[in-house]
């Protein structure tokens, strides 16, 4: 049976984390197919470490994911040099940025399938098919070519997290130990791990590249399987902080709630991303609990001061620039750092309209800031990177 290889293309600089995206997707396979992990944030010549793979002729398939950005840059020329060197390679991409852009990315020619979504089912599928010379057109969450058009696949439901299989912590650390190469220093810690505990977000904030991908859903790992996993990276390899990648880690009072009681005795400081008027509904027993747990600080997206903006932009929910001063100032009894991120520049009718918009919302932040002087500021300008088939990229 043919083997498959990963790459996990370069991120950043320094702080590298476990390629969870990669490591669920080699779970999806483990045991049924061999596979080999190259992660672009270690190597000098990724190409060439991919290579050395890829010329034993063992390795037919090759599985990238790609954020916009770093990973990007890296992954796009890297793709066209194993087309090139490697013809027969079936390339397979994941991730944020093919998912949004699958037209582009195929129609490079360099790439044959994209993984539209979570690949836990798709990819394997996909191999299977593959190996057995079986149609694919029926496997959810795929898109490919099919002479000149773009062929779309069904969207699989979110599927429960917990059945899924366990993350290949130990067979990662074969190739990159993790001790040294995924647990870095930092704020909180000295060795912060990395997790994904949930996919997707209730919310369809028009700007969010989460929302044409899950579709206002939202599904999560048991907050007892989440322990268990950081217990294990702790107990093996000395982790001492967390980082949850989550889209929403707290869109359920309750699962917060429960983790926070399990982790407690661990003595870990960790930190997530959540809704302000979500989290405003928590009970402060809630955030008691949370903060007593470890939890040192949550990044929200405040976004704008202005209420007009809020609605322009499809923040759903109940949030408003009066909830988004309260509610800094209430996190201070819990001595939770909040973390707000505000986006500057937004779309107006005159330039001028969109400079008056970037001092009220600085003027704004100064209020955030008097309300609660320890709230980390964010900011983002307003950069959009329209999905294919939005009102955006017709424009």
């Not at 999806?28 to 010329?55: C, M, Q, T």
């Not at 949370?290 to 600080?297: D, N, Q, V, W």
Request: aromatic fraction near 14%.
């Amino acid at each position: 049976m043919n083997k498959v290889l990963f790459f996990n293309p370069k991120s950043a600089e320094a702080k590298h984390r476990f390629p969870n995206s990669i490591m669920a997707v080699a779970a999806s396979i483990d045991h049924r197919f061999e596979w080999a992990l190259v992660d672009g944030n270690w190597e000098k010549d990724p190409f060439e470490a991919l290579a050395n793979y890829l010329r034993s002729g063992e390795y037919r398939y090759i599985g990238f994911t790609v954020m916009p950005g770093p990973q990007a840059k890296q992954a796009i020329p890297i793709a066209r040099r194993i087309r090139k060197a490697f013809p027969d390679t079936i390339m397979i991409w994941g991730g944020y940025f093919p998912s949004n852009h699958a037209g582009i990315v195929l129609e490079s020619g360099d790439v044959d399938f994209v993984i539209n979504g979570a690949g836990e089912h798709a990819f394997p599928a996909l191999l299977d098919a593959l190996e057995n010379n079986k149609p694919y057109e029926l496997i959810k969450n795929l898109v490919y070519r099919s002479g000149e058009k773009i062929i779309k696949t069904a969207k699989e439901d979110l599927f429960d997290q917990d059945p899924l299989p366990s993350l290949p912590y130990d067979k990662t650390d074969q190739f990159y130990p993790a001790g040294r190469h995924y647990l870095g220093k930092t704020w909180m810690g000295e060795r912060t791990m990395a997790y994904h505990s949930s996919i997707g977000c209730p919310f369809t904030c028009s700007f969010c590249a989460v929302v044409p991908l899950f579709e206002a859903r939202w599904k999560a790992k048991s907050a007892a399987l989440v322990y268990r996993d950081i217990k294990y990276v702790k107990d093996k390899w000395g982790a001492d902080a967390v980082e949850f990648h989550d889209n929403n880690f707290f869109v359920s009072e309750k699962r917060a709630v429960e983790f926070s009681n399990l982790l407690r005795p661990e003595q870990m400081n960790w930190w997530g991303m959540a809704r302000i008027d979500t989290m405003n509904k928590f009970s402060d027993a809630s955030l008691a609990a949370i903060r007593e747990s470890g939890c040192r600080m949550i990044f929200f997206g405040a976004e704008s001061g202005s209420d007009k903006v809020l609605q322009a932009l499809d923040k759903g929910g109940t949030q408003n620039a009066e909830q988004i001063l309260q509610f800094a100032e209430r996190m201070k009894q819990f001595d939770i750092i909040p973390e707000y991120s505000f986006v500057l520049g937004l779309p107006a009718d005159t330039e001028e309209a969109v400079w008056e918009q970037i001092i009220f919302d600085i003027n704004f932040i100064k209020q955030v800031k008097k309300a609660n002087p320890r709230t980390e500021i964010v900011l983002y300008t307003y950069s959009p990177v329209p999905t294919e088939g939005s009102e955006l990229f017709e424009k």
